[in-house]
C-alpha cells in the first residue's frame, strides 16, 4: 500500500481540514473507506484501519476532524459533523482513485461521525460499521435525566488534553484527573478548572443545555430521527458495559422498523476495552467485501450474535429482543425478599439520601474507565441503598434482553434521583453488578408520572440490557438509592440546575411494595438452552 499523508480538504467555510490516504496495492480505481477522528490519524488508527483496510483493497480516508491534529477550526464537539462529513465527501468524489462507492468504520466518536452524514450520503455510502457508539449522544450525557458527569467530565478533559503537547497519555491521565476532581467537593460547575486548570467549553454547554430534546443547542447534534432513512447496509457492534449500550439499540431497532436488516454484535465489553479491537476490524471487514467488492463469504447466517454473561457462550439469534423473550417481573417484598410473585402484604422500606454525603457507586458504565462487573458488598452495606434478594436459585436463569424498573416511591422533596441496579449473588457472597439505571425526578417534566394519592408517585427506570445467565445456586439482587456518585451528578434535592453551587435538601424516601403499589424490576426470562 502507499500512505500519503497530511492532504488537505477544504470546508465551505474556508477551514481545512487534514486527511491521510491510505491507498492499496495498485493504486487504482477501488471503493473506499471513511474514518473521521477528533483522536488523530497516527499511530493505532493509522495501523489498523488505514494500513488494515488498504491490505485489503480498499482506498483509506483517515481525516482529522475540525480543530485537533492540524486540522483548522475549532473544535465544537458534535456540532460540526454533518456538514464537515458532506464537504470530504464531496471532496473524496473528486479524486481520481475513487470508484463512487465509500463505507465508513469506527468506535465511539468517530461512529458518531458517521451517522452525522448517514442518512444524506446518498446511494453511494453501501455500509457503515459503527462501535460503541449512538446516533445522539444527549441521552448518554443525561442518563435519565441526571447528568453523567464522570463521562463528561472525562472525555472533555481527554480532548483538551490531547491538543497539547505529549497528549498521547490523555486517555489514561483524563481518568484519574476527573476523579480526584469530582471527589475535591468544588461544585460542579468548577471541575473543568480542577481538571484542566481552565474553563472546558463542551463541558459547560452541557451544563448550560438541558436533557429536554426540545432545547435547540441539540437539534444538529442528534441524528436519531433519519435513522430509519438510512439506507447503507448497517453492522453495528458494542458490550454489555458499554456507555451508549442503550441507545445503540434504540438505532438497532430504528432500522428494524424501517424494514432494514442490520447486524449487531454484543459482547462481555466495556467502552475503553481493548477486546472489542480485533472483533469490530474482522466484522468490519467482512461486511465492507461484502457490500462492497460482493463476497458475502465471511457473513454470518443469522444477523444478531451475544456473548450469555455467566454461561460464557455467544449465541446467534434472528433478531432483537430474542425470539421467546417474556417479560418477568421480579417484585419487591416485605423483608427485603424479591420474588415473580405479587406482594399479598403491605409494606414500605425507607433510606435518606444526603446529597452533602452521596451514595457512591463502584463500577457500572462510564466512558474511561474499567466499567466490568464489580463486588458491591461495601455498597450494599451502606444505610441509604436499599437491597432486596431472591431465594437461591433451584436452577439456572436466564435473562436476554431490556431490563425496566416500576417503582412506588414517595420522597419529602420532589427533586430525587431513583436510582436500580441488578446483581447476580454467588454462593460465595459476592455481589456482582450486571446493569443500572435512574430516572431525575423533576415536578412537571415531560415524561414522568405526577405524584398520586399520599404523595406517591409511579417512577419508570429504564436499566442498561442484559444478557445474563444466573446459575443454579445464585441470587438474583436488585438495588435501590437515590445516588450513584460520581457517575452521575449529585441531587441536591432543590431544583436548580446541576452545575449551580448553594445549599442542599436531604431526602427522604419511601419505596412501596403492596398488591397495589407493586414495585418491581421487569427482567427479559428465556429458555435456558
Same mark, same amino acid.
Given at each position: ?43 493505532? *488508527? ?55 462507492? *465509500? ?43 441526571? *447528568? ?53 467549553p463542551f463541558f459547560r454547554d452541557l451544563l448550560a443545555h438541558h436533557a429536554d430534546p426540545a432545547v435547540p443547542y441539540w437539534d444538529k447534534r442528534d441524528f436519531s430521527p433519519r435513522v430509519g432513512q438510512v439506507e447503507a447496509a448497517v453492522t453495528l457492534l458494542s458490550g454489555w458495559y458499554d456507555v451508549f449500550l442503550p441507545w445503540q439499540l434504540k438505532d438497532y431497532l430504528a432500522m428494524r422498523r424501517a ?174 453488578n450486571l446493569c443500572e439505571g435512574v430516572r431525575r425526578l423533576r415536578p412537571g417534566f415531560p415524561g414522568q408520572d405526577e405524584p398520586g394519592e399520599g404523595g406517591v408517585r409511579r417512577v419508570a427506570v429504564e436499566l442498561w440490557p442484559l444478557g445474563h445467565r444466573f446459575r443454579a445456586g445464585h441470587r438474583i439482587r436488585v438495588h435501590v438509592a437515590a445516588g450513584a456518585y460520581p457517575t452521575i451528578a449529585r ?20 419505596? *412501596? ?17
Open positions: 500500500m502507499r500512505l500519503q499523508r497530511d492532504l488537505p480538504v477544504p470546508m465551505p467555510d474556508g477551514v481545512t481540514l487534514l486527511a491521510d490516504h491510505y491507498a492499496p496495492a495498485g493504486g487504482g480505481r477501488a471503493p473506499a473507506v471513511l474514518v473521521r477522528s477528533p483522536y488523530g490519524r497516527r499511530g493505532l *488508527f493509522g495501523w489498523m484501519y488505514g494500513r488494515g483496510f488498504a491490505r485489503h483493497g480498499f482506498h483509506v480516508v483517515i481525516q482529522s476532524c475540525r480543530g485537533g491534529f492540524g486540522s483548522g477550526g475549532l473544535l465544537d464537539p458534535m456540532a460540526d459533523e454533518h456538514d464537515d462529513g458532506l464537504a470530504t465527501l464531496a471532496w473524496m468524489r473528486a479524486q481520481p482513485w475513487y470508484d463512487g462507492s *465509500f463505507a465508513m468504520f469506527g468506535p465511539s466518536y468517530l461512529g458518531y461521525t458517521q451517522w452525522a452524514i448517514a442518512a444524506d450520503a446518498g446511494p453511494e455510502l453501501k455500509a457503515m460499521a459503527a462501535q460503541i457508539t449512538a446516533s445522539q449522544f444527549r441521552d448518554a450525557a443525561y442518563v435519565g435525566g441526571a *447528568f453523567a458527569l464522570e463521562s463528561a467530565l472525562s472525555w472533555t478533559a481527554m480532548t483538551d488534553a490531547m491538543a497539547r503537547p505529549f497528549g498521547g497519555a490523555a486517555v489514561l491521565t483524563a481518568p484519574r484527573l476527573t476523579r480526584r476532581a469530582v471527589l475535591s467537593g468544588r461544585p460542579v460547575a468548577e471541575l473543568d478548572l480542577a481538571t484542566a486548570g481552565r474553563p472546558l424494514g432494514r436488516r442490520p447486524y449487531l454484535t454484543i459482547g462481555p465489553w466495556y467502552h475503553v476495552d481493548a477486546r472489542h479491537g480485533r472483533p469490530s476490524m474482522a466484522e468490519g471487514l467482512a461486511w465492507f467485501r461484502a457490500h462492497l467488492l460482493g463476497d458475502g463469504s465471511g457473513l454470518r447466517a443469522d444477523p444478531v450474535r451475544l456473548h450469555v454473561t455467566g454461561a460464557g457462550e455467544w449465541r446467534d439469534y434472528p433478531d432483537w429482543p430474542v425470539p421467546d423473550m417474556t417479560p418477568q417481573r421480579w417484585h419487591l417484598r416485605r423483608g427485603f425478599g424479591l420474588d415473580p410473585e405479587p406482594p399479598r402484604e403491605g409494606g414500605a422500606d425507607r433510606f435518606r439520601y444526603d446529597p452533602a454525603h452521596p451514595t457512591p457507586v463502584i463500577g457500572g458504565p462510564v466512558l474511561l474507565a474499567d466499567s466490568r462487573p464489580r463486588d458491591q458488598r461495601r455498597l450494599e452495606a451502606r444505610r441509604d441503598v436499599l437491597v432486596y434478594s431472591s431465594p437461591a436459585l433451584a436452577a439456572d436463569v436466564e435473562m436476554i434482553g431490556p431490563v425496566t424498573a416500576e417503582l412506588f416511591v414517595r420522597s419529602s422533596t420532589p427533586y430525587v434521583d431513583v436510582v436500580v441496579r441488578v446483581c447476580d449473588v454467588r454462593p460465595d457472597g459476592r455481589s456482582l441531587n441536591p434535592g432543590t431544583g436548580r440546575p446541576v452545575g449551580d453551587g448553594g445549599p442542599m435538601v436531604p431526602a427522604d424516601v419511601e419505596v *412501596f411494595h403492596t398488591p397495589e403499589l407493586p414495585s418491581a424490576v421487569v427482567l427479559p426470562r428465556v429458555a435456558v438452552t
